[in-house]
Nanobody, 116 residues
Framework: QVRLVESGGGLVQPGGSLLLSCVAS?????????MGWYRQAPGKQREFVAR???????HITDSVKGRFTISRDNAKNTVYLQLNSLKPEDTAVYYC?????????WGQGTRVTVSS
């Protein structure tokens, strides 16, 4: 069982930055196969944003490459998503995801609103 708690969302102007955090409990993130971020914009389906594997390899969706960075701190059992050069189309609820032993776990989400 893995519990995920996200934080760091908020209202930001276009071009601004945010740092999202996802703290995992119940299991060391080092033993989790992968952790990632998804987002769901109003009226749209949830979509993949970024993932970091246990070996440290990362995958970023094309629409945010060069602007978003995923990283982790094993000592803090935390995965981060750095959001830079934000655009209005990045507005969404961002969800943390973990895969452990074939099961998927989700956090409750943190809302990011990009607006002037």
């Amino acid at each position: 069982q893995v519990r995920l708690v996200e934080s760091g969302g908020g209202l930001v102007q276009p071009g601004g930055s945010l740092l999202l955090s996802c703290v995992a409990s119940g299991s060391s993130i080092f033993s989790i196969s992968s952790m990632g971020w998804y987002r769901q914009a109003p009226g749209k389906q949830r979509e993949f944003v970024a993932r970091i594997l246990r070996d440290g390899n990362t995958h970023i969706t094309d629409s945010v490459k060069g602007r978003f960075t995923i990283s982790r701190d094993n000592a803090k059992n935390t995965v981060y998503l750095q959001l830079n050069s934000l655009k209005p189309e990045d507005t969404a609820v961002y969800y943390c995801n973990a895969v452990l032993a074939g099961y998927e776990y989700w956090g409750q989400g943190t809302r990011v609103t990009v607006s002037s």
